[in-house]
């Protein structure tokens, strides 16, 4: 079966590899692919996505080709693994403009925001193990 969903993350941030994790864990059906964008080989596999843009921004690409950014993917996400409810309201008319620049406040400082709820700013040696099966 093939991806649904393929995910773009920095695998350099605890926080986003944290969520990556949680995510794999929940997609038991394999619909999400989850592709680091600090890979030495990413612009080769993915020209289509700019990995200084998408180390900027979360970026996502679903099985008909189209790009989503930011909350966006993550609500497909979710949604995909049966817990878009969760994420929904950050989608709504009225919040979803102060959502999305939380979002984008959140991004630009995350690695500050990891070592405060984590202890540590980056990681380097981070995997995710995603196995649907």
């Not at 350099?12 to 997609?27: F, G, Y």
């Not at 180390?55 to 693994?81: C, F, I, P, Q, S």
């Not at 989608?91 to 990891?114: E, G, H, K, Q, T």
Request: aromatic share 10%.
């Amino acid at each position: 079966m093939s991806a649904r969903l393929t995910v773009f993350y920095d695998s350099h941030c605890p926080l986003c590899v944290k969520e990556m994790r949680r995510l794999a864990q929940r997609d038991r059906k394999g619909w999400i692919a989850l592709q680091d964008i600090n890979q030495p080989d990413f612009s080769r596999h993915f020209p289509h996505v700019d990995p200084v843009l998408a180390n900027k921004v979360l970026h996502g690409v679903t099985e008909d080709g189209r790009m989503l950014l930011g909350l966006d993917v993550t609500h497909a996400a979710w949604r995909l693994v049966g817990l878009g409810w969760l994420v929904a309201p950050l989608r709504w008319p009225v919040i979803r403009p102060l959502a999305d620049r939380a979002y984008l406040w959140f991004a630009a400082n995350r690695y500050r925001v990891s070592r405060w709820l984590t202890g540590s700013a980056r990681c380097r040696t981070c995997r995710i193990e995603h196995d649907p099966g």
